[in-house]
């Protein structure tokens, strides 16, 4: 038996590969069988993650396995997809048991918080690269896309913005803080939780959505695009968690949140008729803007003054 | 806008990236969405290619592109699915458009021919290398899987073995032929046709299917172990081409077509009261030998004494 043999029986072990429910045959085949029930749809998104572009190398590998199977998660979330399975192509330069071991465990320990069972992949030698394909289930017709947002709509995130951007520099060893500081901000990077429940409580709801990878600029920009209409932000209002202005002045925790990225929470267009149940139902979801006639993203400050826009353009991480 | 968003632009403008029938939405949006009939479940398989292992580094960039999206579609036929759809997760050194346009036209002309819709997928910088997930229609329990096989089922084979491994000296140029004898072996290597449809008519008649991939004595080693059988080869009913007794000699070619790899036909295994019907509709059907009671391959001479296993354990194109 070759290593790469032994790898693949390594992740046919590991519990996030339990047969779920709507996965009708699992690891092991040509294929795996997944199963829909009546009127519900296939929602299918891959993401690839490539060492030194997309995390550092080395990196912590337990770290890595939570990371990449939480970003891929996060575009089912942006579509108010339910989880259901995913596949792991996983590229490596040699087998190392240790290394495995540790990937599969926080791959395993991400998996089963999302709800997502592990069914099929490929095991290849080559440089250090993942691609995860995610699968999630919705009811026909109710996807979140991002073309439905509408003038007089509000624009809402998910949470907090910024604190995987602020911690970046931490995560690259440019800065150096104290530990009890630095854990929650990196933790936000290494373990982003995708706002599955948050996706699906928006739906026939929020009238477009998606996750916020890019920064919230950028990717209200991607919505505006979409809807054909203006997105306006209200600088103020951006929700900064503790944790971020614990290590930046609120001017840096701010150009975080709004032109950082890797944050993975939802930014959606809603009714305001909509906004009291879903507020209750999500005490995090925050209002930060609205939807005007027109095109692109504008910066307001309090006074409603138009801002200029920070530099965008995240690149994640980069060497 | 970078060079990768118009990389993605590229994609979406491709011919494949049409809307078809049991896809809801295509590339865009967070997520895509199939949607399957009442009945059906989804095949979903994982495919990693990386340059310098699995493919010369450089090489034709059309090819490269036919060639990827039909060794993922391969597992669809082994399965019996109905082909639905395709991402593609896409890493490169760099964005020259000389080389994508040839990728996509590559990859495009096979995916016509599948009836595979490019639905999304990933646009990444790094070392060359290529994710495809495959996705087919199946009505339910209907799927062919490895270990259905029974004790007196006969051992078929879809086409032709060992021509992709004769052209592998080819590939690497370790032999040189003239062009008229090289082009169609060179051809069964680049553009390996998937037995979509083989596939299609297995349904309910086989016992248990896989394609080669790795050679007819490793692959139906795997059929063996799932099915708790062992499976009995005849050598000298090994189907060989005229393209490949061309360059090789009888006892070469033999060697390749038991012990060679990339050949993406379908193995499977067969009730004999199923032969004849078969075998009309699908004139290439050969049977190349049987199951029995046991564990393993056995690899018989024509007079039915067992013959030495040539030593398996093709590694497809290594540098």
């Known amino acids: 038996m070759g290593e790469f043999e032994l790898i693949r029986r390594f992740f046919a072990a590991a519990p996030c590969a339990q047969t779920a429910a709507g996965v009708a045959l699992g690891i092991g085949d040509d294929c795996a069988l997944l199963q829909l029930a ?3 749809q ?11 572009v997309h995390f550092p190398d080395p990196c912590d590998a337990f770290l890595l396995g939570q990371r990449a199977l939480a970003v891929a998660a996060s575009d089912l979330a942006a579509m108010g997809a339910a989880p259901l399975a995913f596949t792991l192509a996983l590229t490596l330069p040699a087998a190392e048991a240790a290394w495995l071991e540790a990937f599969a465990r926080g791959l395993g320990q991400m998996a089963h918080g999302c709800g997502l069972a592990l069914v099929g992949g490929d095991t290849t030698r080559g440089p250090l690269s993942l691609t995860l394909t995610v699968f999630g289930r919705l009811p026909a017709g109710l996807a ?4 439905g947002a509408r003038v007089g709509d509000l624009l809402c995130v998910g949470g907090s913005l910024g604190d995987a951007a602020g911690a970046l520099a931490l995560v690259l060893g440019q800065q150096q803080v104290e530990e009890a500081l630095a854990a929650p901000l990196l933790a ?32 209200c920009g991607h919505i505006a695009r979409a809807s054909g209409v203006a997105l306006l932000i209200e600088r103020e209002r951006l929700p900064l968690s503790p944790a971020l202005l614990a290590i930046y002045d609120r001017e840096a925790a701010l150009n975080h949140a709004l032109a950082g990225g890797d944050d993975y929470r939802l930014a959606f267009t809603l009714p305001a008729a909509q906004m009291a149940e879903l507020q209750a139902a999500w005490p995090e979801l ?17 006074g409603g003054r138009s801002l200029d826009l920070p530099e965008t353009g995240y690149q994640h991480f980069r060497p």
């Not at 296939?42 to 030194?52: E, H, I, M, Q, R």
């Not at 979140?144 to 073309?147: D, K, W």
């Open 38 to 40: 009546a009127g519900e």
């Open 42 to 52: 296939l929602a299918v998104s891959t993401d690839t993650l490539v060492a030194g």
């Open 144 to 147: 979140l896309t991002r073309s």
């Open 188 to 219: 936000r990077y290494w373990a982003p939780q995708p706002q599955l429940a948050l996706g699906q409580l928006l739906r026939g709801k929020a009238t477009a959505a998606l996750d916020i990878s890019d920064g919230l600029l950028a990717d």
């Open 286 to 302: 925050t209002v930060v803007g609205r939807v005007e006639q027109g095109e692109g993203v504008q910066l307001l400050d309090a």
